[in-house]
């Protein structure tokens, strides 16, 4: 059964913007904290952003600090990620991830292994 499903990947230029989705079944979504992760070519998984079961917390990598924004809205059972300025680094397949805690901490929130929902994938692409 597929619990969460990522959508809006797609090409974009140097500069341009994305808005990322993901629908959640209610089991995989409510009172947790949901995360997006990604993989760029050639390198591991990696913390992009997270945001708590209430919305109130919200967690950054320092590569897209300023430039992504992360929400959610707990009536619809949706998490996105709004990505502007985007960079040819920003290119890689980007997962949405749903934590085992509705909170958030330092070190439960950058760490896949606190993740025990994920999705299938988005492919994003940035072109210089």
């Known amino acids: 059964q597929v619990q969460l499903v990522e959508s809006g990947g797609g090409l974009v230029q140097d500069g341009g913007s994305l808005r990322l989705s993901c629908a959640a079944s209610?089991?995989?979504?409510?009172?947790?904290?949901m995360g997006w992760f990604r993989q760029r070519p050639g390198k591991e998984r990696e913390f992009v952003a997270a945001?708590?079961?209430?919305?109130?917390?919200?967690y950054y990598a320092d590569s897209v600090k300023g430039r992504f924004a992360i929400s959610r809205d707990n009536a619809k059972n949706t998490v996105s990620l709004q990505m502007n300025s985007l960079k040819p680094e920003d290119t890689a397949v980007y997962y949405c991830?749903?934590?085992?805690?509705?909170?958030?901490?330092?070190?439960?929130?950058?760490?896949?292994?606190?993740?025990?929902?994920w999705g299938q994938g988005t492919q994003v692409t940035v072109s210089s």
């Open positions: 945001i708590s079961a209430s919305g109130s917390t919200t």
């Open positions: 209610r089991r995989t979504f409510s009172g947790r904290a």
């Open positions: 991830a749903a934590n085992k805690n509705g909170g958030l901490s330092r070190s439960s929130t950058y760490s896949a292994s606190t993740y025990d929902y």
